[in-house]
């Protein structure tokens, strides 16, 4: 299998990651002793990706050799996605409507994530809303699980609730759920998040950006992945993605094909191809929400019915156009 460094003139940043850690790994120095040979076969890409010079050593390389020839194979026991950027890209769009999910499929979204309450990051939607948008999308629809806003750290009757929320979710016909568990001290509740993600089956679950609330991002990978969650959606411990861009390619190829790591927060046309370049990451995670005017002619200044004032004649919706740009945009068109 050849691994070119360039796909349609652009450096292609996974490829390029894999060979960094593969030639670290494969070629050590000839005077080294017996065991160091061993301690240096032994490497674990992980450890390598957790490293915080990683990312210094991986941009230096792509200044210096961005232009170089292509580059001989991985082995091939390595498990490591090796995805280009002319392989799909999987958009999921953030919705709180039937209108906005109807929108983001026309614009070409292969998946929507229900929420209520985006306000606060989300909340478990109403199983109105979750059956009016199964029935009028044919895309995959996935369902927000979280009991309240705050903190991820639920009591024993959230927890409860999360789970006939899940089940009733899988009554309504949908493919998959959302949700997130943590411990006090910052750390994945694995034992919580396996009895979830096994009570959710045969649904795909994905863990949310609690993941970007934990102590170490990389532990967090592992501990999702030892719980059995099918996707992490992260924007790499930062407010967005492009901020900690680097952190989530790092957390793509530490993830292999164990688990999907979907990129989100922030994303945009402007940033989308350049995050997909320098991640490998091959699914988003948007919002794309547009403030729209209300219909409403009668209205009452004196009252505010939440505690951000003047949202009562607005609505934040999501457009077909934006995310049929997004979706061009990805592409690189």
Same mark, same amino acid.
């Given at each position: 299998m050849?691994?070119? @460094?360039?796909? $349609?003139?652009?450096?292609?940043?996974?490829?390029?990651?894999?060979?960094?850690?593969?030639?670290?790994?494969?070629?050590?120095?000839?005077?080294?002793? %017996?065991e160091d040979t061993k301690s240096h076969e032994n490497v674990n890409p992980e450890d390598f990706l957790r490293a915080p010079w990683c990312s210094l050593v991986v941009d230096w390389v792509i200044a210096v050799f961005g232009s170089a020839k292509p580059v001989s194979g991985f082995p091939s026991h390595v498990r490591l996605r090796t995805g280009t950027? $002319?392989?799909p890209v999987l958009i999921e769009v953030c919705v709180d409507s039937v209108a906005s999910a109807m929108a983001a499929e026309r614009g070409g979204a292969g998946r929507i994530e229900v929420c209520s309450g985006l306000i606060e990051g989300g909340v478990t939607p109403g199983s109105g809303l979750i059956e009016a948008v199964r029935a009028r999308v044919s895309i995959a629809v996935h369902v927000m699980i979280r009991p309240r806003g705050g903190d991820f750290c639920y009591d024993a009757d959230e927890f409860?609730?999360?789970?006939?929320?899940?089940?009733?979710a899988k009554g309504m016909g949908v493919d998959g759920v959302v949700f997130g568990l943590l411990d006090p001290q910052g750390n994945? *509740?694995? /034992?919580? %998040?396996?009895e979830l993600v096994e009570w959710a089956r045969p649904l795909k679950v994905t863990f949310h950006r609690a993941f970007d609330m934990t102590a170490d991002l990389f532990r967090a990978l592992e501990d999702v992945c030892a719980a059995g969650a099918d996707r992490i959606l992260t924007s790499g411990g930062e407010?967005?993605? @492009?901020?900690?861009?680097?952190?989530? /390619?790092?957390?793509?190829?530490? /993830?292999? *094909?164990?688990?999907?790591?979907? /990129?989100?927060?922030?994303?945009?046309?402007?940033?989308v191809r350049r995050i997909l370049e320098q991640t490998g990451a091959r699914e988003i995670h948007v919002g794309l929400r547009s403030r729209v005017p209300s219909p409403m002619v009668h209205r009452n200044s004196r009252v505010s019915m939440g505690t951000i004032e003047g949202r009562e004649y607005e609505r934040s919706v999501v457009l077909e156009e934006s995310v049929r740009q997004l979706s061009h945009a990805a592409r690189g068109e």
């Open positions: 050849e691994a070119s @460094w360039k796909e $349609n003139g652009n450096p292609d940043y996974t490829h390029l990651r894999k060979t960094l850690f593969y030639s670290i790994q494969n070629n050590a120095p000839s005077s080294s002793t %017996t950027m $002319n392989d409860r609730i999360m789970r006939r929320d899940i089940e009733n994945v *509740d694995v /034992a919580r %998040t396996q407010q967005t993605c @492009w901020q900690g861009v680097k952190t989530v /390619a790092r957390l793509v190829l530490a /993830a292999g *094909d164990r688990i999907v790591v979907m /990129a989100g927060s922030g994303i945009k046309p402007g940033n």
